[in-house]
C-alpha cells in the first residue's frame, strides 16, 4: 500500500513538472504572435511630464546643494592661558568639523560623543599618532601640539567621519 502511495505521488509529480515546462512555451508562443518588434508610446499627461522633470531638477539642485555649496565654515579655537580649547560635537559626525588652530601652541580638543554608532566609538587622529575611545554621553579631552602650519586630519574608527584641524602660523 506504500509502495503504491509513493509511486501514485511520482506520478502526479511528474506531470505537474512536465505541465509547468509546457506552460511558459505556450506563453510565448502567444507573446510572439502579438510582438512586432516596435515600442509601443503610452501617453502621459502634460502635467505628469511637468512634475516628474520639476521634481528631478529639484533633486539634482538639492544633491549640487549637499556637494558643493553646504560646507560648514571653520571654527577657531579659543585660548586661555596658553591653552586653545574647542568643544566638538560627535553626532552623526563631527561638529564642527573644521577648526583653526595656532601653530605651537597646545591644543585640547573635546570630544562629546552623543551617538551611539559605533564607527563613532574611536577617534583617530594619525598625524599626531594618537587613537582614542569615546565613551557615550562623556566629554573626552584629546591634547595635541600641533608644530608646524598645515592641515591635519582626524577621523572616526572606520574613516567614514572626518574632520579638519587647520594650524596657522603664529602671527
Avoid at 509502495?3 to 511528474?14: A, G, M, P, R, T
Avoid at 499627461?45 to 555649496?69: D, M, Q, S, T
Wanted: with cysteine.
Amino acid at each position: 500500500m506504500k509502495k503504491q502511495l509513493l509511486k501514485n505521488k511520482w506520478l502526479l509529480s511528474s506531470l505537474l513538472s512536465a505541465s509547468l515546462l509546457l506552460i511558459p512555451h505556450a506563453a510565448s508562443a502567444q507573446i510572439s504572435q502579438v510582438d512586432t518588434g516596435e515600442f509601443r508610446q503610452i501617453e502621459q499627461p502634460l502635467g505628469l511630464k511637468v512634475g516628474v522633470a520639476a521634481a528631478g531638477l529639484g533633486l539634482i539642485g538639492i544633491e549640487l546643494w549637499w556637494f558643493l555649496l553646504s560646507k560648514t565654515k571653520a571654527q577657531s579655537a579659543t585660548a586661555s592661558e596658553g591653552i586653545q580649547f574647542i568643544d566638538i560635537t560627535v553626532d552623526g559626525g563631527y561638529t564642527p568639523n573644521q577648526i583653526v588652530v595656532q601653530a605651537g601652541q597646545p591644543v585640547k580638543l573635546n570630544f562629546l560623543r552623543k551617538d551611539p554608532s559605533s564607527c563613532l566609538e574611536q577617534i583617530i587622529l594619525p598625524d599626531f599618532n594618537k587613537a582614542i575611545d569615546l565613551p557615550l554621553n562623556q566629554t573626552t579631552t584629546v591634547e595635541v601640539l600641533p608644530q608646524k602650519a598645515g592641515n591635519y586630519t582626524f577621523h572616526c574608527g572606520m574613516n567614514m567621519f572626518r574632520g579638519t584641524m587647520t594650524v596657522k602660523k603664529d602671527t
